[in-house]
């Protein structure tokens, strides 16, 4: 089955960086797209990129021009690199697998990684 493990999170001091890993597994022509999201306390979770198979990316407007997403098809994993990182970036981070119309079943979760961000 599909299965999606995040890691990389951590605590950093405001203006650090820190980088997330999503290693997606169980999936064959179905793993298109992946998304990062992200929930903290408090908050509705929200949108924080995506990128499709061929490495086309985008980005919330809250974290564009501090985050990068990439991906290593090959092995199947996904990373946001995170820089200039605020205070409000703390929450608990997550990928995702997203519906198409080849596979509308596609959508898994991971169970997150927390990233703390210091004044």
């Known amino acids: 089955q599909v299965q999606l493990v995040e890691s990389g999170g951590g605590s950093v001091q405001a203006g650090g960086s820190l980088k997330l890993s999503c290693v997606v597994s169980?999936?064959?022509?179905?793993?298109?797209?992946v998304k990062w999201y992200r929930k903290a306390p408090g908050k509705e979770r929200e949108f924080v990129s995506s990128?499709?198979?061929?490495?086309?990316?985008t980005y919330a407007d809250s974290v564009k021009g501090r985050f990068t997403t990439s991906q290593d098809n090959a092995n199947d994993t996904v990373y946001l690199q995170m820089n200039s990182l605020r205070p409000d970036d703390t929450a608990k981070y997550y990928c995702?697998?997203?519906?198409?119309?080849?596979?509308?079943?596609?959508?898994?979760w991971g169970r997150g990684t927390q990233v703390t961000v210091s004044s």
């Open positions: 169980g999936m064959t022509d179905c793993r298109d797209v």
């Open positions: 990128i499709n198979r061929d490495g086309i990316a």
């Open positions: 995702k697998t997203d519906p198409s119309r080849k596979c509308p079943w596609n959508n898994f």
